[in-house]
Nanobody, 123 residues
C-alpha cells in the first residue's frame, strides 16, 4: 500500500513558477513509476509528466515540455514537479500517482493516487 500526499500548489501569475511535492508512505516507493496528472474543471484528467523508478528516465506531455521538470528522491520517498513559465491554461488540480507496471501515460495503469493540489495561474 502506498499513500501519496501532494503539496505546493497555490496562486501564481502567468510566467511564474511553482514546485509541487508528493510525499509517499511505504517502503516500496522506489519500485514505482511516479506520475503527475492534472484535471481542469469540465475536462478529463490528463497526463503531465512521469519518471521511472530510478529517476533515469522522464516523460512529458507536449504541452509542458521545456517548462516542467519532474524529479524524485527515493531516499526521501518524494517526487517533485518544478513548473516554470506557467500559463493560465496550466490551471488545474494536480495529482500525484504511482504505477507499479511502469506504463506511464495512461491513468488507468496507476495504482495509487493522491488527493490533489490546486494550481491557479492568473493572466
Amino acid at each position: 500500500q502506498v499513500q501519496l500526499v501532494e503539496s505546493g500548489g497555490g496562486l501564481v501569475q502567468a510566467g511564474g513558477s511553482l514546485r509541487l511535492s508528493c510525499a509517499a508512505s511505504g517502503r516500496t516507493f522506489s519500485s514505482y513509476t511516479m506520475g503527475w496528472f492534472r484535471q481542469a474543471p469540465g475536462k478529463e484528467r490528463e497526463f503531465v509528466a512521469a519518471i521511472n523508478w530510478s529517476g533515469a528516465n522522464s516523460y512529458y506531455a507536449d504541452s509542458v515540455k521545456g517548462r516542467f521538470t519532474i524529479s524524485r528522491d527515493n531516499a526521501k520517498n518524494t517526487v517533485y514537479l518544478q513548473m516554470n513559465m506557467l500559463k493560465p491554461e496550466d490551471t488545474a488540480v494536480y495529482y500525484c500517482a504511482a504505477s507499479y507496471s511502469g506504463v506511464y501515460r495512461s491513468k488507468s495503469t496507476y495504482d495509487y493516487w493522491g488527493q490533489g493540489t490546486q494550481v491557479t495561474v492568473s493572466p
